[in-house]
């Protein structure tokens, strides 16, 4: 079974028990953020599907909403708080030893663009597993780092819920 194959079935899931919505969408963030993880079961499509049951169920969209969000942001500051306590080695652990290059990208971004690399890996694909972990690398201050990771989550996960939430909402009215 291929990752789309799985994300319609966590849908299919919380369409069928939406009393686990909650909980589910913050363990799809939380995994979809955290550095080894996220390269394992990427959880961006079961999470824009979440989003249209929104559209077209009694679920709320701020709960949801607030669930990814903070799911996203725990993941990256356990990302960050790895990156400051082992430092480099984390490179020698699987599956970032499979894609050494992913970590060296990530470690490129943050000190070319600190702040601006948290708030923007978070939208960047591959970048979103290693970002949070090279700024801990790199002891990037916590304020900083909580400030950046705080307000792309928020963002990012309005951004994948919210199309379908809306969208639904309107070719229902239609």
Known sequence: MDI???GQLTVAFV????????????ALAFGESLAFISLLIPATVALIGIGALIGVSGIGFVPIWISASLGAALGDWLSYWIGITFKDPVAKVWPLSRHPD???R?????????????????FLGPLR???P???GILEMPSLQFQ???FTSAFLWAAALLA??????KFLNLG
């Open 106 to 122: 990530g470690h490129r971004f943050v000190e070319r663009y600190g702040f601006y690399a948290v708030f923007l890996g978070r």
């Open 15 to 26: 369409r069928g028990h939406e009393g686990w919505a909650l909980p589910i969408v913050f």
């Open 133 to 135: 972990l090279a700024a």
């Open 129 to 131: 597993a290693t970002v």
């Open 102 to 104: 992913l970590l060296k």
């Open 163 to 168: 199309p379908g939430t809306f969208g639904m």
């Open 147 to 149: 400030l950046a990771n």
């Open 4 to 6: 789309e194959h799985y």
